[in-house]
């Protein structure tokens, strides 16, 4: 029997986040770490939080970890959104 290939997929495409973001660590100021930085904030509030909601409301979808993992992602966003803010205001020019 051969494992399902979307969670693979779904922990091959979290990896690639973490080590993106991760080697753009040193490099906040570029246009290149705001887009890792607004593409992650994205993935979070859209493919995981709202997914995660919609499936539990509509999908049926429950367990322990559903709660936790939302509340985590939305924590993730808004620190995403936040960092961004910053580097907004840091900038001048």
Request: positive net charge; aromatic residues 10%.
């Amino acid at each position: 029997m051969h494992p399902e290939p979307m969670p693979r997929m779904f922990g091959g495409a979290i990896f690639t986040i973490g080590l993106s973001c991760w080697l753009a660590r040193e490099d906040s100021a570029s246009m290149a770490a705001r887009g890792l930085v607004t593409a992650t904030a994205f993935y979070d509030l859209i493919f995981v939080a709202a997914l995660l909601l919609a499936t539990r409301f509509v999908g049926g979808l429950y367990g322990i970890a559903l709660w936790p993992t939302v509340v985590l992602h939305l924590g993730l966003a808004v620190s995403s959104l936040f960092c961004l803010r910053q580097s907004s205001v840091v900038r001048v020019g």
